[in-house]
């Protein structure tokens, strides 16, 4: 079956601009997270869905950051206002068991 | 604060030789642990994990080995491939509620010579 996957795989926003990324998890997984990968870094926790709630968001670096999940199914992850230091892989993963995650091949967002 | 630690940055092997790629945690809570691959432009790849509960877990070419006193897992691969060449990292899980966040080291590159 397909994978998570994920779009835009590039984004260049000048800074300022609003983005929006999108994530589409394996069918029925119902645990989504999404996770920020600055370059030479591992990836680092933002916020985790469980279905349609979001059940811990306290890894979003500033509140520029909103995560929505309304239909159980695909994600969107919106950053406002970008910034320089919002530049980093945004990793989307999906998973039956909350341990057994999935990462989708992420989106490359550099903001000039 | 990193609690999860891949002290070295990249490593080489010849084909056919053992890789040993290495990590060290702080957190005491963490009782599973995973090491994933990552080729570029592709998301991270699950590879083996093991509980806290284990010492070793072996599939195939892999095998993971935890000295929990001394807070340091390690992954062996052996015989290394050239297509074993990514990036390797190691993360953790904690038990309890909030044990669905993964927390990963910075990564380790290996480079597996034909």
């Known amino acids: 079956g397909a994978g998570v996957s994920q779009s835009p795989r590039y984004k260049v926003a000048k800074r300022g601009q609003d983005v929006a990324l999108r994530c589409d998890p394996i069918?029925?997984?119902?645990?989504l997270f999404w996770y920020q990968q600055a370059l030479g870094q591992g990836p680092e926790f933002l916020t985790y869905f469980q279905n349609e709630a979001q059940l811990d968001k306290s890894g979003l670096p500033s509140d520029r950051f909103f995560a929505e999940r309304p239909e159980g199914s695909v994600s969107t992850l919106k950053i406002q206002r970008t910034q320089q230091e919002d530049s980093a892989v945004y990793l989307c993963?999906?998973?039956?068991?909350?341990?057994?995650?999935?990462f989708g091949p992420g989106t490359r967002l550099t903001v000039l | 604060d990193q609690q999860v630690k891949q002290n070295s940055p990249s490593l080489s092997v010849q084909e056919g030789r053992i890789s040993i790629l290495n990590c060290d945690y702080t957190n005491s809570m963490f009782d599973y642990f995973l090491w994933y691959k990552k080729y570029p432009a592709e998301g991270p790849t699950f590879l083996i994990s093991i509980s806290s509960i284990k010492d070793k877990n072996e599939d195939g070419r892999f095998t993971v080995f935890l000295n929990k006193s001394a807070k340091h897992l390690s992954l062996h691969i052996v015989p290394s491939q050239p297509g074993d060449s990514a990036v390797y990292f190691c993360?953790?899980?904690?038990?309890?509620?909030?044990?669905?966040?993964?927390?990963f080291g910075k990564g380790t590159l290996l480079t597996v010579n034909p």
């Open positions: 993360a953790a899980l904690r038990g309890g509620g909030s044990n669905y966040k993964l927390t």
């Open positions: 069918s029925g997984h119902v645990s």
């Open positions: 993963a999906s998973s039956l068991a909350v341990r057994e995650q999935f």
